[in-house]
T-cell receptor, first 115, second 113 residues
């Protein structure tokens, strides 16, 4: 199956700093990428949907100025958590899909801890 | 609108016993349905998917699910549980041309010796 690589898998940062998470589709071109947040023992909450070359569509309640999403190419999307605070600590997961394909492929996730 | 309900946040079975994880969906148009498995601190791996072809779908690791339109269900089963099946399982729905998946709350499967 298609492979989505997410980097880093774990990151610890100081409060007030920014962190960038990368999501790459390794063997296919992803027309759409999704970013999710998952709290401990809970389901995935969709944060935003991004299409290559256009602005991301954020879900209600997600601060677009805090969670900056860039989808500059068909194989790379990035999520930047700006001015991170401890409450931003969470597991972030990306997924990628080719238009017309029913299936989305998931990255392995990034555990963010803000201290 | 689309939604998924997973009954039972925790399911515990003995090794070798039948696994049944329940999923009911709501969708205004014919849905695409998915089951994913998540191991600790990892992303999601697709087990199987229903895309309006055969109603009984076979997936990886011996899992299968049956789409029942009359019951709006897509329950996941495996005849004989293995210790390695212990994980979190998510049911998800995507309606027609909608691009995003809606996930259920997940079911944690515990397999006992």
């Amino acid at each position: 199956g298609a492979v989505v690589s997410q980097h880093p898998s774990r990151v610890i940062c100081k409060s007030g700093t920014s962190v960038k998470i990368e999501c790459r589709s390794l063997d296919f071109q992803a027309t759409t990428m999704f970013w999710y947040r998952q709290f401990p023992k809970q389901s995935l909450m969709l944060m935003a949907t991004s299409n290559e070359g256009s602005k991301a569509t954020y879900e209600q309640g997600v601060e677009k100025d805090k969670f900056l999403i860039n989808h500059a190419s068909l194989t790379l999307s990035t999520l930047t958590v700006t001015s991170a605070h401890p409450e931003d600590s969470s597991f972030y997961i990306c997924s990628a899909r080719v238009e017309g394909n029913t299936e989305a492929f998931f990255g392995q996730g990034t555990r963010l801890t803000v201290v | 609108a689309q939604s998924v309900t997973q009954l039972g946040s925790h399911v515990s079975v003995s090794e070798g016993a039948l696994v049944l994880l329940r999923c009911n969906y709501s969708s205004s148009v014919p849905p695409y349905l998915f089951w994913y498995v998540q191991y600790p601190n990892q992303g999601l791996q697709l087990l199987l998917k229903y895309t309006s072809a055969a109603t009984l779908v076979k997936g990886i690791n011996g899992f299968e699910a049956e789409f029942k339109k009359s019951e709006t269900s897509f329950h996941l089963t495996k005849p004989s549980a293995h210790m390695s099946d212990a994980a979190e399982y998510f049911c998800a729905v995507r309606s027609g041309t909608a691009s995003k998946l809606t996930f259920g709350t997940g079911t944690r499967l515990q397999v006992m010796l």
